[in-house]
T-cell receptor
């Protein structure tokens, strides 16, 4: 079935710096790529998503890029703030997975003040 | 986005007993899912709850252990049967408003501890 690999597992940045999390996948037919943020003790929340017909999408300080040829997509957070500290999960949907959402392993982001 | 509630929010149970978790959505949704999230881990799909028919289970999960009901388009239950300490986890329901709509929203989760 489909799977998605996420790197790094842990990321520590200084407040104000940028953070980048990358995910790679194998099924070229995957067509939907969401990112979820999960704060400690809370539910995962969708923060941004991108569909396969778009290469980049931005929402204020967060952006997602998709490279279909290389089969990877990345989350970019600029001007990081302490409240960005959380676990971030990439995910995807595609026909190999029956269009169910498949999650990456997660990246624990620490933003140091 | 849908508003999703789960009951109970947490429970501590004895080995060998069963617990039923309820998931209620404030609007009709096509797709409902049940996930398990073990401490520090990612989300693992248990099954898709199908309205009016048997749930579709993922590899490694069986109906006898995790029976699921979905009597209508706004409600589902997941039962964790004959529990062991290995079942200690957070269980989350999730919904997708329309098949193919993609956006998926999660309930607050049920934290289960089995002694």
């Amino acid at each position: 079935g489909e799977n998605v690999e996420q790197h790094p597992s842990t990321l520590s940045v200084q407040e104000g710096d940028s953070a980048v999390i990358k995910c790679t996948y194998s099924d070229s037919a995957s067509n939907y790529f969401p990112w979820y943020k999960q704060e400690l003790g809370k539910r995962p929340q969708l923060i941004i998503d991108i569909r396969s017909n778009v290469g980049e999408k931005k929402d204020q300080r967060i952006a997602v890029t998709l490279n279909k040829t290389a089969k990877h997509f990345s989350l970019h957070i600029t001007e990081t703030q302490p409240e960005d500290s959380a676990v971030y999960f990439c995910a995807l949907q595609g026909p190999l997975g029956g269009f169910k959402t498949i999650f990456g392993a997660g990246t624990r982001l620490f933003v140091k003040a | 986005s849908a508003v999703i509630s789960q009951k109970p929010s947490r429970d501590i149970c004895q080995r060998g007993t069963s617990l039923t978790i309820q998931c209620q959505v404030d609007s009709q949704v096509t797709m409902m899912f049940w996930y398990r999230q073990q401490p520090g881990q990612s989300l693992t799909l248990i099954a898709t709850a199908n309205q009016g028919s048997e749930a579709t289970y993922e590899s490694g999960f069986v109906i006898d252990k995790f029976p699921i009901s979905r009597p209508n388009l706004t409600f589902s239950t997941l039962t964790v049967s004959n529990m062991s300490p290995e079942d200690s986890s957070i269980y989350l329901c999730s919904v997708e408003a329309l098949r193919g709509a993609n956006e998926q929203f999660f309930g607050p989760g049920t934290r289960l501890t089995v002694l």
